[in-house]
């Protein structure tokens, strides 16, 4: 072999041991991590100092993936050669490769898209290498707080309360007070105790969950288990709610006298009206010379009634000449 092809295969193996060294752990290429959202698009970018495509040069890229940087077999994702305009040589199925900003797009993150990625760029003599640490989480949803167990003794109430979220994976919880600033609990928990006296139960308690890409609030007021007065003063509860009962039962009875007496009016009225038809009836029959006419039957009456009527029927004195 000539000098000249043994320069080259040394370059080469110079090269192939310089990237096997680069790539075989994460750490010494300070990889830069990614977060992303599960379901979503994700754009990857493929070189942090980026490449003047304008130059009339070729460049070669290579991206590869592993679920750690420890390990040697890596997944082939991407290979294209610059500038050509042609699609890429190798693209794996799910990824999409930008030409305009070098940039590697998941269109529908997953699970195994997470991991390790490392890119290689070859332009002519010389070598780069870029690394990215891609990490998907699930979005949490609206917590719910569940009241795990209560007591109230003396006025006091005790309450032990859980936060949870149905989705969402790493996902931390703290607790706060709305009115207060600083957080009830040091600790990363999803659960917390509350001793309240009676002047706290109208307070409000808000649980918050969050993973690195999303947050979700949910409040809480204890009053919903915890008696509102103190036990002093509830007997004068008891008193207000039958004072309350008594008005209301005198305001009925009173409404029922008023309708009996409005109908027994009503049937008053009816009566004396009947009466005056049957009086103006028998004057006009004893009115003497005139035409008499069969009166119309009367309606039927007390016998007592009409002897009374004619009984007292007004008669004239005749006027003596002095």
Not at 165 to 171: R, S, Y
Request: proline share 7%.
């Amino acid at each position: 072999m000539d000098p000249q092809g043994l320069l080259s295969l040394s370059f080469l193996l110079f090269l192939s041991l310089a990237l096997e060294r680069s790539c075989g752990t994460g750490e010494s290429l300070n990889c830069q991590g990614v977060t992303g959202q599960l379901g979503r698009k994700l754009l990857l970018p493929l070189d942090s100092e980026g490449i003047n495509k304008s130059m009339n040069k070729s460049i070669h890229i290579l991206v590869t993936k592993a679920e750690s940087p420890q390990k040697n077999v890596k997944e082939k994702i991407l290979s294209v050669n610059l500038p050509e305009r042609d699609s890429p040589r190798f693209l794996e199925s799910g990824y999409k490769f930008h030409l305009e900003n070098l940039s590697l797009e998941i269109l529908e993150s997953k699970k195994e898209n997470e991991g390790w990625y490392f890119t290689t760029l070859e332009e002519n003599f010389s070598v780069r290498h870029f690394c990215l640490h891609l990490k998907l989480y699930e979005q949490v949803s609206t917590p719910e707080i569940k009241v795990l167990n209560w007591t109230q003794e003396d006025g006091n109430c005790s309450l032990m309360l859980a936060c949870e979220v149905e989705k969402g994976d790493q996902v931390a919880y703290s607790w706060r007070e709305e009115a207060g600033t600083e957080a009830l609990i040091s600790a990363n928990s999803s659960r917390l105790h509350l001793s309240l006296g009676p002047q706290h139960v109208h307070n409000i308690y808000i649980c918050t969950a969050s993973n690195p890409i999303s947050k979700r609030s949910q409040t809480f007021t204890p009053r919903s288990k915890c008696m509102l007065d103190p036990p002093e003063l509830r007997p004068w509860g008891l008193y207000v709610g039958l004072s309350l009962g008594a008005i209301v039962g005198v305001i009925l009875t009173l409404e029922v006298a008023v309708l009996l007496l409005r109908r027994r009016g009503k049937a008053n009225h009816y009566q004396p009206t009947t009466e005056a038809k049957s009086l103006t009836i028998y004057a006009q029959v004893q009115q003497s010379g005139s035409i008499q006419k069969k009166p119309d039957p009367l309606p039927p009456q007390d016998p007592c009634t009409t002897i009374y009527v004619a009984a007292t029927e007004p008669v004239p004195e005749p006027v003596q000449a002095i």
